[in-house]
């Protein structure tokens, strides 16, 4: 939104998809942050773990090297980065023009970023926060 209001990118799709479509991408990342928390119990090797995930996003998101010329396995790895899903729905609502319901596929796509690891996250966080060696507790 800041690119729209503030530096004069063109926005020719719809502002309401362009703020949720940002309200979701950063629970999804904050979801995946707590999933790789939640699985690993430690602090510093999550932080290490979600670093390379995060630094391989802007590799793989699809902004320097178009997906269409990736291999497989690339675009397997950015199917599971949530920044592109959301960097597809951003150029779809700023620069092509796209009907909002076009960029209901990855405002979906974004939203099982935040759904899939609940149940995960639900039962790892009670058994860590049971456990206070995990969190610092006495």
């Known amino acids: 939104l800041m690119l729209v209001t503030m530096m004069g990118v063109p926005a020719r799709g719809?502002?309401?998809?362009?703020?949720?479509g940002t309200l979701v991408f950063l629970v999804a990342a904050m979801s995946v942050a707590l999933l790789v928390l939640s699985i690993t119990s430690n602090l510093r090797f999550g932080l290490s773990i979600t670093g390379f995930y995060?630094?391989?996003?802007l590799a793989f998101a699809g902004i320097t090297?178009?997906?269409i010329s990736m291999p497989l396995f690339a675009k397997l790895w950015r199917s599971i980065i949530p920044l592109s899903w959301f960097l597809e729905l951003q150029y779809d609502q700023t620069l092509r023009w796209v009907p909002v319901s076009f960029s209901m596929y990855q405002l979906g796509l974004l939203m099982l970023f935040?759904?899939?690891p609940l149940p995960i996250i639900a039962l790892r966080m009670?058994?860590?926060?049971?456990?206070?060696?995990y969190w610092g507790g006495q």
Do not use: D, G, K
């Open 54 to 57: 995060a630094a391989t996003a």
């Open 65 to 67: 090297f178009p997906p």
């Open 14 to 20: 719809s502002y309401m998809m362009l703020t949720l």
């Open 126 to 133: 009670s058994r860590i926060l049971a456990r206070p060696e």
């Open 114 to 116: 935040i759904v899939l």
